[in-house]
């Protein structure tokens, strides 16, 4: 099994749509959790972190399953702007400021007018 | 926030040359930094740890002596690709943890062509 694992995709979905991606990862240990969106020969720029008690911010919702070893990132209302590959990044490090990224391969969306 | 710029972004070598990649953070003081690679359509993969004052930390499988890392001050890390190959050609990407420790920060990147 693959450390971190995506749908590659690509989502096409219209505009206003709702569209959700989902990540699994094999490290039980893993302490923190993002969603990061790269745009095409762009560096990863952070969406938001992953909480155990879900997070929205905006239309982005993220939530996060330790016992399934799941993360899932929820769009509402999609924009032409959301097009972008989206990437589940995990954190094995332990301990405080201990960083061990690992990323996915990214799911690409495209939004469709 | 933090703020890291990379240069340069993007750079055409010939075979067997050396390039020298430059990542700066510009508005704090990083005593870690990132040197991460991406092929196309593959994930982000870390290259090594640079570590201010002292030797970088190389995963596996990447060659130390082929990627050189120097990180002399808080605020410079430097990548060199030296005896470049086709094979190199890639996209590397510098990072920084972000203050308050809240993911990382990445540079805007440099893409490598090798011929």
């Known amino acids: 099994r693959k450390e971190v694992e995506q749908d590659p995709g690509p989502f096409n979905v219209p505009e206003g749509a709702t569209v959700a991606f989902n990540c699994t990862y094999s490290?039980?240990?893993?302490?923190?959790f993002f969603w990061y969106r790269q745009d095409c020969r762009k560096e990863p720029k952070l969406l938001m972190s992953v909480y155990s008690s879900g997070n929205e911010d905006g239309r982005f919702t993220a939530q996060l399953n330790r016992a399934s070893q799941y993360i899932s990132l929820l769009i509402r209302d999609s924009k032409l702007s959301d097009s972008a590959t989206y990437l589940c990044?995990?954190?094995?490090?332990?301990?405080?400021?201990?960083?061990?990224?690992?990323f996915g391969k990214g799911t690409k969306l495209s939004v469709i007018p | 926030g933090a703020v890291v710029s990379q240069h340069p972004s993007r750079v055409i070598c010939k075979s067997g040359t050396s390039v020298k990649i430059e990542c700066r953070s510009l508005d704090f003081q990083a005593t870690t930094m990132f040197w991460y690679r991406q092929f196309p359509k593959q994930s982000l993969m870390l290259m090594a740890t640079s570590n201010e004052g002292s030797k970088a930390t190389y995963e596996q499988g990447v060659e130390k002596d082929k990627f050189l890392i120097n990180h002399a001050s808080l605020t410079l890390s430097t990548l060199t690709v030296t005896s470049a190959h086709p094979e190199d050609s890639s996209f590397y990407i510098c990072?920084?943890?972000?203050?308050?420790?809240?993911?990382?920060?990445f540079g805007s990147g440099t893409r490598l062509t090798v011929v």
């Open positions: 990072s920084v943890i972000r203050p308050g420790g809240y993911g990382y920060t």
């Open positions: 490290n039980s240990a893993s302490q923190s």
């Open positions: 990044v995990v954190n094995r490090g332990s301990g405080a400021g201990s960083y061990q990224l690992t």
